[in-house]
């Protein structure tokens, strides 16, 4: 019998992925992709380390999370946690692989996508292209301004400093 993660031990493990980043100079951003016990994905954004805008750190966790499925279903529901609130973006990717339930730890009100995705109504939703059906935050939201507090007092660029800042509380 598989133990299923509870949502504050999805995103305890999505931020000790973004300590990784931040340690790597990267924004603290860490996300996992889970089925039962088992990580399917996980990743920390990569914009620095690549040079490109498009490597989200939900984005990669997900996108690796489908390398391993292909068009397999898992026998537990996919889980998404990630320390901010995905993006539109990413939680389309979501959307895609079939994601059941998505943690976080932060809102992020510039760039979240939940609002936007919760007007999203498909006349037909199919069982493997339809919304999470349980979205939720505040998991370890003071370990996650934490990282952000550090990024902010950091040296990355002046406006993602800003944007740290704003969602460490300062």
Not at 32 to 59: M, N, P, W, Y
Not at 78 to 97: D, K, Q, R, S, Y
Not at 103 to 121: C, F, I, M, T
Request: contains cysteine; aromatic residues 6%.
């Amino acid at each position: 019998m598989v133990r299923v993660i509870t949502p504050e031990d999805a995103v305890a493990l999505a931020l000790d992925v973004a300590k990784s980043g931040l340690a790597a100079g990267e924004m603290p951003i860490g996300a996992v992709v889970l089925s039962g016990e088992l990580v399917l994905g996980k990743a920390f954004t990569q914009e620095r380390t690549l040079g490109r805008r498009i490597v989200h750190a939900d984005l990669i966790a997900l996108e690796q999370a489908d390398a391993m499925l292909g068009f397999a279903r898992t026998e537990e529901p996919l889980v998404l946690a990630v320390n901010p609130e995905p993006c539109i973006m990413c939680l389309g990717a979501a959307v895609t692989l079939g994601v059941e339930r998505v943690y976080y730890a932060l809102e992020s009100p510039n760039d979240g996508g939940v609002d936007l995705l919760a007007k999203w109504h498909p006349p037909v939703e199919q069982p493997f292209f339809s919304k999470p059906t349980d979205i939720r935050s505040g998991f370890h939201r003071t370990r996650s301004q934490q990282l952000f507090r550090h990024y902010a007092d950091g040296s990355g660029p002046a406006g993602m400093r800003r944007w740290a800042a704003g969602l460490a509380g300062l």
